[in-house]
Nanobody, 115 residues
């Protein structure tokens, strides 16, 4: 079992920045890829960015060159640095961890970008 707790969401003006954190606990030694997803009401959850245990990253086209995903394996923490935020980035952001036991999700953190 893996537990994930996100933090760092909030309200920001367009053009601003936020950093999300996702702290993992439990059976963290089995975690491979970790990622950030987001979901707007009425829409499907979509991948924002993910990163393998070896540090290879993958981004949605809509966030490339604005967002950076990274992880601190010693602290079992995943981060998402979000710069030049846009109103369309408004969503609940979820952390996900893949492990031998399956995929685990955090509870989500709200990001709201005002125009």
């Amino acid at each position: 079992q893996v537990q994930l707790v996100e933090s760092g969401g909030g309200l920001v003006q367009a053009g601003g920045s936020l950093r999300l954190s996702c702290a993992a606990s439990g059976d963290t030694i089995c975690i491979s890829t970790m990622g950030w997803y987001r979901q707007d009401p009425g829409k499907e959850r979509e991948l924002v960015a993910d990163i393998t245990s070896g540090g290879r990253t993958n981004y949605a086209n809509s966030v490339k060159d604005r967002f950076t995903v990274y992880r601190d394996n010693a602290k079992n923490t995943l981060y998402l640095q979000m710069n030049r935020l846009r109103p369309e980035d408004t969503a609940v952001y979820y952390c996900k961890a893949d492990s031998d036991g399956g995929g685990y999700w955090g509870q989500g953190t709200q990001v709201t970008v005002s125009s």
